[in-house]
C-alpha cells in the first residue's frame, strides 16, 4: 500500500494524526483525574475516544493511495464518529450549564440527532460541508453555554473552554474555505483546519481539566 502522491493531501493526515494522537492524551489524563462527577467524566472521554478514532481514521483516508470502495468503507464509521462526538459535546455544555438530570434526560435525544447527521451524509453523497455546518451550529450553541458560565464565575475552566470553543469555530471557518499555505510544507484548508483544531483540543482539555481536578478537590 502506498502513499498518496498528493503534499497537501500527506499533511492533512498527518496533522489528523496528530489531532488523534492528543486525543489519547487527554484520555489517559481524564482518566487519571480523581473525581466525583463520573458520568460528565465519562460523557468527556466519550468525545475524546470519538474524535481521535474520526482523527485517525481521517489520517489513513488522506494518506494512503485506497481505492474509491476502500475510501467509502472508511467514511462511514468517520462520519458516523464526528457526528456523535459534536452530539455528545453539546451533552457536556448542558451538563455545565443545566448540571446531571438535564444532560441525562438529552443524551438519547442527543445521540439520534448525531446518528441523523450520518445517514444524510450518506443520502447526501459525504459532503463535507455538512458536517462544517452542522459543527457550527452546535458549536455556537455550546459557545453560549460556556460564555455565560464564564461571566457568571459558576465553572473552573470555563473561561479556557470558551476559548476551545471559539477556536473550534475559527477551524469549522476555515475548513469551508479555500485557503492554502506553505509553512516549510504545503497545506490546504483541511490541514489548516487540523492545525487550528489542535489549538482548540488543547484549551477545551485544559479547561475541563480545570473544572474536573476542582470537582474532585471539592468531592475529597
Known sequence: MQLNPSATELTTAATDAAVGLLCLAVLWRLVA?????????????????????????????????????????????????????????????IYDWRGEAAARALLTWAVGIGTSFFVLTQVLGGAFLI?????????????????????????????MITVGIALSIVAAAVQASALSVRLIVPFDHNGLFHLVQLIATAALANGLRRGLETQGWQAA
Open 131 to 159: 458536517f462544517v455546518v452542522y459543527e457550527a451550529t452546535a458549536m455556537v450553541a455550546t459557545l453560549a453555554m460556556y460564555v455565560f458560565l464564564s461571566t457568571a464565575g459558576r465553572l473552573a475552566g470555563a473561561r
Open 33 to 93: 483525574i480523581p473525581v466525583n462527577a463520573t458520568w460528565k467524566r465519562a460523557l468527556w472521554c466519550w468525545v475524546f475516544g470519538l474524535l481521535g478514532l474520526a482523527s485517525f481514521l481521517g489520517a489513513v483516508v488522506h494518506g494512503l493511495e485506497l481505492s474509491e470502495s476502500v475510501r467509502a468503507v472508511l467514511w462511514r464509521p468517520l462520519y458516523l464518529s464526528l457526528g456523535l462526538t459534536v452530539a455528545l459535546f453539546v451533552i457536556g455544555g
